[in-house]
């Protein structure tokens, strides 16, 4: 199994998460503005657990496109390699946070703490008027359970569209919930990390803790929608997230901070049996 070195770095106000797999190269996804409330350690807790990437159990060799293929590889077949230097985790310190604190009472969460939840899923599902957000009480209740729609399936970038916005409904419930069904089903078990992050969430919910907010909705970029010759889909897309707040013994113990990207991340996706696997999240051009 390849050795993991997972490396934190800031970049104005943006927080990134890198993590190298053996020599294959660097794959992470940046979490922008993640602020702790509770000590850095907590803040690095959180981030681990919204790490939506990971090092693969040795991925077949590029060519495949039914497979995973190696996530450093890009290509023309080299290793991809950070964009700037990334000191270790250690030496990284947390940017500034805004003024104000969490609540520790047990009322709702504040307004100005509280991630805005959608009205409508990323595949136009509709959220439910008995839908109610989580509060410093209690987690989230009658949380609408995402539907893939039948264009998910397709080869083609509407397709492939559906399936990042499904997978993104499926992330979300995921995190509102504890229930990580959905968003297994549809990631590639090479992504050892996604794994972490969602038996992150099992045990957070099963401790009696749980988070809220989480919605994000990717968007392909025009003219980005090209096979590679690997045989997989490495996506250029822009992000728009919600943010995500991690509640502990009914206090807000961090946060990750709403953001809008759109030249930030690609996606890494492939097809599996005639279906889409997402495989990896990472910052623009490294793989």
Known sequence: MARAVTRLYALGDVWYVTRRCGTRGFTGMHSPRLIATAGRGTTLALLAALLLTGCGNGSPEAGGGDSATP????????????????????????TTPPSGSPSGSDSALPDDWRPEEPTVLATGQKVPEDYEPATLKHPARNVPKPVMPAEASEETEAGAQAF???????????????????????TSTDC????????????????????????EKPT????????????????????????????DDNKV????????????????????????????SSPRGSL
Not at 192 to 215: H, I, L, M, P, V
Not at 235 to 243: A, K, M, Q, R, Y
């Open 253 to 280: 113990t961090a946060r990750q901070l709403p953001f809008d990207e759109s030249d930030a991340f690609d996606v890494y996706i492939y097809r599996e049996n005639g279906v889409w696997r997402y495989l990896t």
């Open 192 to 215: 050892e990390k996604c794994t972490e992050q969602y038996d992150a969430y099992d045990s957070r919910y099963a401790n009696g803790d749980w988070a809220a907010g989480g919605f």
């Open 71 to 94: 996530m450093g590889a890009t290509s023309a077949g080299t290793t991809a390699q950070p964009t700037s230097p990334a000191p270790d985790a250690s030496s990284a310190s947390p």
């Open 164 to 186: 990042l916005n499904y997978r993104a409904d499926a992330q979300w419930y995921s995190i509102q919930t504890g229930d990580t069904s959905l968003i297994r089903e549809v």
């Open 220 to 247: 392909i970029l025009r003219d980005a929608f090209v096979k590679r010759p690997d045989g997989g889909y490495n996506i250029p897309v822009s992000v728009t997230s919600s943010g995500t707040i991690g509640i």
